[in-house]
């Protein structure tokens, strides 16, 4: 999907005052970053490891894993992408709703398609599929699926490809990484641009049994992932206990936000288990609200009607700062359509 993802102020004349359509974490980068990297800026003068062999090290070091079991990727989008080339043409469950693009990469790369409303994850289906996409927690509603594990036991046929890149945005689930050696069937993407505030940099890794990442290795491009992001990883996984947003004030302010948002007459918000949640507008369509925001606030939210299973009332929004919040409560009491 080339154009309808959120953070895409780049579309408006107007300045944009308070995002609230990206689900990164809104307080910037970590402490230090910005300036470690300008000191490694003549690494852009030569070329990157061909495979930020030494960055998966450093993953692998911090989850107790070995560096065969990792792969470094430009984000989880690359991810996605290369999962779906790897398994070209086999048939494929897409858990909905869902970001666009596992469905994006599957139908280029000519996968049989199926899709599975989250809404029936409850009974432990049973799949006949090859694979399984399923983000967890889930993007755009913030849903959490617990028993995961056990879904991925009573399938051993099917690749799970497990999307972790909001793991770090609860406290209600533990991530299934620890529990790789007792699932052949598990692939995991994991993002560092969420949690550290780097999207521009666009930096991510998928990590399996080595069997799984070799097969990865064999359709990867060279050099996806350029100096600056290799050089950003290496600090974030070198000052990883100093690097780590205020999540639980951050969840708390969430809740906040939400609990305020019920009392607004012509919204439906939706349970989450994260900073970002689902909100449906029951006067006009997302796309309406969001012009509406934006024309008169410099407000930016995430119209989520073209997230599969949604419609044209469902948005999706990132908790900021509580001032920011509640200026938005306020703005979306004066939406009237």
């Avoid at 899709?115 to 090859?130: I, K, R, S, Y």
């Amino acid at each position: 999907m080339l154009h309808g993802h959120g953070d895409d102020g780049y579309q408006f004349t107007q300045p944009v005052t308070a995002d609230f359509s990206t689900n990164v974490w809104y307080g910037g980068e970590p402490a230090g970053l910005k300036e470690y990297l300008f000191h490694r800026w003549t690494s852009i003068n030569r070329y990157p490891e061909v495979i930020a062999g030494s960055l998966a090290q450093q993953a692998a070091d911090h989850h107790q894993l070995r560096a065969e079991q990792v792969l470094i990727n430009s984000g989880t989008t690359e991810s996605i992408y290369l999962i779906a080339q790897a398994f070209a043409g086999r048939k494929t469950t897409i858990v909905v709703p869902a970001f666009a693009e596992y469905e994006d990469a599957c139908r280029m790369h000519n996968h049989q398609l199926l899709f599975l409303d989250w809404g029936q994850l409850a009974d432990l289906p049973a799949l006949t599929t090859d694979l399984v996409f399923i983000c967890n927690p889930n993007n755009p509603t913030g849903a959490l699926f617990a028993q995961v594990a056990s879904w991925i036991a009573r399938n051993p046929q099917t690749i799970f490809v497990v999307d972790e890149a909001f793991i770090e945005f609860t406290r209600c689930s533990p991530s299934l990484i620890p529990s790789l050696d007792h699932h052949a069937n598990l692939i995991i993407m994991r993002s560092l641009t969420k949690t550290y505030a780097i999207p521009g940099l666009r930096l991510g890794y998928v990590v399996s049994s080595p069997t799984m990442i070799a097969r990865l290795k064999t359709w990867k491009q060279p050099w996806t992932v350029n100096a600056l992001a290799l050089e950003a990883g290496r600090f974030i996984f070198e000052q990883y206990a100093h690097s780590h947003p205020p999540m639980k004030a951050l969840l708390e302010d969430a809740a906040v936000f939400r609990n305020d948002l019920h009392h607004l007459e012509g919204l439906r918000v939706h349970d989450s288990q994260t900073h970002f949640f689902l909100v449906e507008t029951q006067r006009g369509t997302a796309a309406e609200l969001k012009q509406f925001l934006m024309t008169n606030f410099g407000f930016l939210i995430r119209d989520a009607s073209n997230f599969r299973g949604l419609g044209a009332g469902h948005f999706r929004l990132a908790t900021l700062l509580p001032e920011k919040n509640k200026v938005l409560i306020n703005a979306l009491a004066g939406w009237k359509n």
